[in-house]
């Protein structure tokens, strides 16, 4: 052993709280029992603390706004300093990620502290047809579909294929021929009932208001495809991931559909989606898609990670500032999509899901980490506090209480729509692969930096 961390009391996901000590060789865990010793080990001194496997943020939007090389490295460290030692980004482009990955591998490699992977978005026909090789050679084994832009597939992204149901089948059915480990997130939101919606407010003099986005993109647009998305996945066994779930009404449905079984349907949330409501202090600052919603929706979606409807959280982040946020104009139809905070999400599931609402450390640990190493294919190399486990960390101090500001972690940002909140739970340490890469709120520079971690799909080269 190389590194011991003593006094603290381990989270294990699925099985609970112990009190052990955690021993670390090469960036694994080598043992955990009482009373470990090794010759020459650094020793970490967690008494009166809990020790978390590292959060995993299986939702991220590096580079969108802004240089990708400067967001893998201000994102990673202020995420690092919230508790995440693994972050899963989305890539999409019409491009075939044959080329683009490995590009943007390269790039995170130098500038990144925490590990990483990709959802990879299939936009083209081009890429439904090398699904096999993303898997085979690129080692991805989740995909994305954006239902939510359909209609500008072509002019964004310069596709062939519209972002639409024939499309979904074709990645089902390819997914089908290829491993029975593939996922695909999807964006939930019918277009086309969306228009309909907005029509009724284009000349409304009120609309500039972040109520208003909700009018736009009311709970039904999200609920309607969720419920049709997920009938088709049944139909063809293909696993899904419904993304940034953020209405009431979609956890009725997914309780209510007598085809839903978690092992094939997995849900996300995302803090904004269980914190925060209409009436943020933001403003137009806190658009994004789906909307944020309203406090009976808050309330459903902490129900749903109750009932295990929903598994897992992400945090959909994007770095962007306030005048990137407005630079296009300040009317509602004007402002970029989007706002950062991966650096949150886990001090957060601490603060309200444990302390203020009573869910088990063991259950932060598993919607955090374990459920998300799960559902994506990394457990349990990630998200799990075991022996062969990679020594991802967070040692917390449950009792720190802190305020969030701008300045309460080094964000890439300049503004968060989650500032004045009091936040109790913070991590103290965070190890990657058994290397500390944050301390006491400040970013730790570590000898090595985060790895691509290629997944394996059974029934794939």
Known sequence: MDTIIYGGEAVIPYIGVKKVDIGIKNGRISALGEGLSAPGAKRIDASGKMIFPGAIDGHSHYGVYGGLAQDYRATSRSSAVGGVTTVINFMRSGRSYLEQLPEEVAIAEQESVIDFCFHLGVMTSQQVQEMRAYVEELGALSFKLYLGYKGMEKTRYGTDRSLDDELLLDIYEQMNAISPDLILCIHCENVEMGRNFYSKYVNDPERNQLVYFDKFNPDIVETESVIRVSYLAKQYQAKISIVHCSAGTSVQALREMPWFTPELIHVETCPH???????????????????????????????????????????????????????????????????????????????????????????????????TAKTYGLFPQKGMIDIGSDADLVIVDLEKTATITPETIAINSDYSIYEGREVKGWPVMTLRRGEIIAENGQAVEPAGGGKYLKRKAKGAV
């Open 273 to 371: 989606y269980l914190l925060e409501t209409v009436d943020n202090a933001k403003g137009l600052g806190a658009i994004v898609k789906p909307p944020l919603r309203y406090r009976h929706d808050n309330e459903a979606l902490w129900q749903g990670i109750k009932d295990g409807i929903v598994t897992f959280t992400g945090t959909d982040h994007v770095s962007i500032t306030w005048a990137d946020k407005f630079k296009k104009g300040g009317g509602i139809d004007d402002v970029q999509l989007g706002f950062g905070g991966a650096e949150f999400m886990f001090p957060q599931m601490l603060s309200e899901g444990h302390h203020k609402r009573g869910l088990s450390l063991q259950k932060i640990a598993e919607i955090t980490s374990a459920n």
